[in-house]
Nanobody
Framework: QVRLVESGGGTVPPGGSLQLSCTVSGDRRRPSSVAWARQFPGKERDMIAVISRLSGSTRYDDSVKGRFTISADNEKNTVYLQMNNLKPEDTAMYFC???????????????WGQGTQVTVSS
């Protein structure tokens, strides 16, 4: 089974930045894609960014495009989410997920981390 561990969450003021990290490990076939999703209280998880570990291709949700950047360091088995110009509406639990499809469909990702909280508040 693939294991994913997120880190880097915290509290920042509006306009601030955070970098989330997702470390991928396990003995299953290495996932081709890693995605970041976020979940607001009482809502379903939204897939906001995905990266292909093979090609480096990326996709973003419109809500984060231009502010968030997903990247991967395959030697470290780590995927990052650089979040800039954070807004109060970005406050959510952030999760990383691994799968084989280069997709922004939640069901294409069978493996998930436990999440890290991001709070944007003055």
């Amino acid at each position: 089974q693939v294991r994913l561990v997120e880190s880097g969450g915290g509290t920042v003021p509006p306009g601030g930045s955070l970098q989330l990290s997702c470390t991928v490990s396990g003995d299953r076939r290495r996932p081709s894609s890693v995605a970041w999703a976020r979940q607001f209280p009482g809502k379903e998880r939204d897939m906001i960014a995905v990266i292909s570990r093979l090609s480096g291709s990326t996709r973003y949700d419109d809500s984060v495009k231009g502010r968030f950047t997903i990247s991967a360091d395959n030697e470290k088995n780590t995927v990052y989410l650089q979040m800039n110009n954070l807004k109060p509406e970005d406050t959510a639990m952030y999760f990383c997920a691994a799968g084989q499809a280069f997709s922004r469909t939640r069901n294409d990702y069978p493996d998930w981390g436990q999440g890290t909280q991001v709070t944007v508040s003055s």
